[in-house]
């Protein structure tokens, strides 16, 4: 029997969710009865490192020692200010992974080291490497990555034995998917997907931002948080009212006069500034439909995940596309992470639910040769190879000629993207095949391109004539993290959670003096003094451990 424990977790841009299957039952672990954990990494005022909800709570008062939703820019070459420090995306989702890490650890008593984490169905091949290095460098092996759509389906899928068409509609705080899934037996199989990795609830945010500082123009940046927070506050109210009354008092002072906040807003003139972002969305669902050869009425359920799906204009927009209501039994914030964990029990050799998972490629791979474009002769016309929609895992092989006798190198582009034109594609790498035989001009030179269950792209070239693969080098538009530089990473995010033991600690010295300021009165006079004079040394960290350990034996005998 294979006791393996993988954890399906979700690691969304606002939130995220862990889920294990247990005894064949999925469960969402909780932490102190939270299912959810907030993606924000803190940095408190004495540089404890802070995940989820306290870091989420700090961000008002602290937005400079605070970050949140990370996975906008997973797969950027940025830097991350923290507290003076600069991080990758990836070491700071690396950081929300290791938390969750630990939840459920604490919760299964047991240490786990693999996870199947979940990605927008539209997220580019930067952006999963960076998810899976984010992983490695939390100390988890990414065993899949699969699409926050095809989660969702397999979440459905679990409770729902029947063939049918879905349309799996995503939309969380910072990212848009759309696919269309097809429920068959036992096999989930995406159709089509498309959506934008730069929309969601954020956005909504803002507009609500922009409305309030047309009125009221903060100065200082923990008046613009609280402005933040308002305005996330009033779009949640407005799910479940028609106005809402955005008030922060004392917001500031300016030139000495305090600043409040007193806006009124309307549901209706909510649903106007947000329209054209919800049309996009409903672009993305034709495209898709088309992508999987379907029209509207083809589809028997729509499923809404994400917690931007609460707003009502997105219900009310699909139902009249589509002339059906979204079904409303599969909860938007936790079915991708149970996806993840059906998924990973099926990878770790436990029976659950859908048994086959098919996914697939939401672009389309190519590289450039010269061709002809608008009749002219152009070197860098797109050569699809792996067209948008294949199912996954996807090998193809085309073939190139050289142009020039004894030509001894040529060089290959990958592009991602849709245009004839190679330029107006993303180039995602680039390399040189060199030392080519010495052979008259044609010489065949098959091109590989291999995309795994995850999305990953492998390339390689070899001479045909001479069936040797040549070494390629990877000139990858978007570097990557080496080997030694996540190791490096790794090391460096474990040193701060090493402080986390220090968090860990302060909690632990908290609950101790609460719990002997309550026990004070059962204690002889000479204990007393005892008592008050550790929980003076705990607070001052005098020999902090030693005192800690000293009053936890005094109690300990108070209480027998
Ligand atoms: P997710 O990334 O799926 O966790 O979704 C988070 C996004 O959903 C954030 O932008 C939230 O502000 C938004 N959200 C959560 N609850 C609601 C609600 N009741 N109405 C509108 N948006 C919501």
Do not use: W
């Not at 070491?91 to 299964?108: F, N, P, Q, T």
């Not at 972002?277 to 088309?290: F, G, K, R």
């Not at 086959?356 to 190879?385: C, F, H, Q, R, W």
Request: charged share 25%; net charge negative; hydrophobic share 40%.
């Amino acid at each position: 029997m294979n006791n393996e424990i993988i954890l399906g977790i979700d690691l969304g841009t606002t939130n995220s969710e862990i889920a294990v299957v247990q005894d064949g039952k999925i469960i969402v672990i909780e932490e102190a009865g939270n299912k959810i954990v907030p993606s924000f990494v803190g940095m408190s005022d004495n540089n404890e490192i802070l995940v989820g909800t306290p870091a989420k709570n700090q961000y008002v008062l602290y937005p400079e020692r605070t970050i949140k939703s990370v996975k906008r820019h997973m797969g950027e070459e940025i830097k991350l200010e923290l507290a003076e420090q600069s991080y990758t995306p990836q070491e700071i989702s690396a950081m929300i992974l290791k938390r969750l890490k630990a939840i459920a650890e604490s919760y299964l008593n047991e240490p786990v080291n693999k996870a199947v984490i979940t990605v927008p169905a539209y997220f580019s091949d930067a952006q999963r490497q960076a998810t899976r290095e984010a992983g490695e460098i939390a100390g988890l092996e990414v065993v899949r990555m699969i699409n926050e759509p095809t989660a969702a389906a397999l979440s459905y899928e679990a409770n729902h034995k029947t063939n049918k068409k879905i349309l799996v509609y995503d939309l969380g705080g910072g990212t848009f998917d759309v696919s269309v899934v097809s429920l068959e037996e036992d096999v989930v199989e995406v159709l089509a997907s498309h959506g934008n990795n730069k929309l969601g609830g954020d956005d909504f945010d803002q507009k609500i931002i922009d409305y309030i500082i047309d009125h009221i123009k903060p100065q200082s940046s923990k008046a613009m948080a609280r402005i933040n927070r308002a305005a996330e506050t009033a779009k949640r109210a407005l799910s479940n009212q028609p106005f809402v009354t955005i008030e922060e008092e004392y917001l500031e002072q300016q030139n000495g006069t305090p600043i409040h906040l007193s806006l009124e807003l309307s549901r209706d003139d909510y649903e106007e500034m947000i329209a054209d972002y919800i049309d996009e969305t409903l672009e993305a669902v034709h495209i898709a439909l088309n992508g999987a050869n379907l029209v509207a009425s083809d589809i028997d359920e729509i499923l809404l995940v994400g917690g931007s799906t609460r707003t009502p204009l997105v219900s009310k927009r699909l139902e009249a596309e589509f002339k059906q209501q979204p079904r409303l039994e599969v909860d938007p914030d936790l079915c991708v992470a149970t996806g993840a964990a059906i998924q990973a029990a099926i990878i770790a050799g436990h029976k659950v639910a859908a048994s086959v998972l098919v996914d697939i490629t939401p672009y389309t791979y190519g590289t450039s040769a010269i061709g002809k474009l608008n009749g002219e002769l152009y070197p860098y016309m797109y050569v699809p190879i792996i067209q948008k929609n294949s199912s996954l895992p996807m090998m193809k092989t085309d073939v190139f000629y050289t142009m020039r006798d004894n030509q001894e190198a040529v060089e290959v582009r990958i592009f991602q993207g849709e245009d004839v034109d190679a330029l107006n594609n993303i180039q995602i790498g680039e390399f040189m095949v060199e030392g080519l035989s010495q052979v008259p001009q044609g010489n065949p030179i098959l091109l590989k391109l291999e995309l795994d269950l995850n999305g990953i792209l492998n390339v390689s070239a070899v001479e045909k004539n001479t069936n040797l693969e040549k070494s390629i080098i990877i000139d990858n538009a978007i570097s990557r993290f080496e080997a030694n530089e996540i190791a490096e990473a790794k090391k460096r995010i474990d040193t701060i959670f090493g402080d986390d033991d220090n968090h860990h600690t302060i909690v632990q010295s908290k609950a101790l003096i609460e719990k002997a300021e309550r026990m004070l009165d059962q204690a002889s006079s000479e204990d007393s003094e005892d008592i008050i004079n550790l929980i003076e040394a705990i607070k001052d960290k005098n020999d902090l451990k030693e005192s800690m350990d000293e009053l936890s034996d005094i109690l300990y005998y108070l209480e027998s």
